[in-house]
């Protein structure tokens, strides 16, 4: 925290002198997304600010544990028809991973933007992206913490979620000391960790399940085993009866062949674009092969969206990948 305290200072300031608020995350959100939205919802609950939670899309069915998720507005469903000056971003890598809810943004917008992505360009006025920090959601424990409030049990089992989903379970190689520090932090709280790993992490649904099942009857290696791919389309969901988020989580099982280096699901959107999700095994930045394509992420997991037909873009992601290794 020390290497950021100014950044902390400016996000501090910024929630205190303003008093009504925007709180926005990244389009299909994920588990840290939707945390982090929470997190600062609940934050600026304690300072008796006024604020608005919204997303592009409706979050995944599993976050509905956590408390006050039912008030995070979905634009799809519920549009709104007015505009706020005062924005925090969290959990966006760059500005267009606020998808539509930038249309809520004024034209004297001033933006704090919370995140933990080293392809982050900074778009906001204040800018507190801690690279190191595994997850969203522990830069948010960090700013609690350096404002001295303290947590309640909803907001700690918020926290502990972000941090869960974003380490798969504190497997990831960005489970690092203090992640594991924190977490104990928020046990403390009364968090129910074997709970939250059980529903996040292990249960499925069974349209998930069939998904899954037919997307790896597809799968497809590279000739040197070192990359591995499936493909999911609007007929697998169909067909299966699953629905976005049930794709959660896929792209791990290509990565997760003996062998293979960079393991990616290509989800078709329309005939004219793909979006890929990319998980690496250490050797290979994907962040640097997603930035390529307009895209980002992390080292070890990164996405981005191509135009193109599908074959035309598992080629040239595939030729990247390979100009990586």
Not at 163 to 174: A, C, K, P
Not at 200 to 215: N, S, Y
Not at 243 to 267: A, C, S, T
Request: hydrophobic fraction near 40%; aromatic fraction near 6%.
């Amino acid at each position: 925290m020390q290497t950021h305290e100014q950044e902390f200072r400016q996000a501090q300031q910024f929630l205190k002198e303003h008093d009504q608020f925007l709180v926005v995350s990244h389009v299909q959100p994920d588990g840290d997304a939707v945390s982090s939205t929470l997190v600062v919802g609940w934050l600026l609950s304690c300072l008796g600010k006024k604020y608005v939670m919204v997303n592009e899309g409706p979050i995944p069915k599993r976050m509905d544990i956590l408390e006050n998720s039912e008030d995070i507005v979905d634009l799809s469903r519920q549009p709104l028809d007015e505009t706020f000056d005062h924005i925090i971003c969290v959990d966006c890598a760059d500005f267009k991973r606020t998808g539509k809810t930038s249309l809520l943004f004024s034209e004297r917008a001033c933006i704090l933007n919370i995140d933990h992505h080293p392809t982050n360009n900074g778009f906001g006025t204040f800018n507190l992206i801690v690279e190191k920090a595994a997850a969203t959601a522990e830069i948010l424990f960090d700013l609690i913490t350096f404002m001295g409030i303290k947590l309640n049990l909803a907001a700690a089992t918020a926290l502990y979620t972000g941090l869960l989903t974003d380490t798969g379970g504190f497997r990831y190689s960005n489970t690092s000391p203090k992640v594991m520090e924190t977490a104990s932090k928020l046990l403390e709280y009364g968090v129910d960790g074997p709970g939250l790993s059980e529903l996040f992490l292990e249960q499925m649904t069974f349209p998930q399940l069939k998904l899954l099942t037919r997307a790896l009857n597809g799968l497809q290696m590279s000739g040197d085993g070192k990359i591995s791919w499936v493909t999911v389309d609007d007929e697998d969901l169909s067909a299966t009866g699953a629905i976005h988020e049930d794709m959660e989580g896929i792209v791990n099982y290509p990565r997760n062949i003996q062998g293979v280096e960079v393991g990616l699901l290509f989800k078709v959107i329309d005939e004219t674009a793909v979006k890929v999700s990319m998980r690496s095994a250490g050797k290979v930045d994907v962040a640097r092969v997603a930035q390529h394509f307009g895209g980002g992420g992390h080292v070890r997991a990164a996405g981005a969206r191509l135009e193109g037909k599908l074959d035309d873009v598992i080629r040239r992601v595939i030729e990247q990948v390979k100009a990586e290794l």
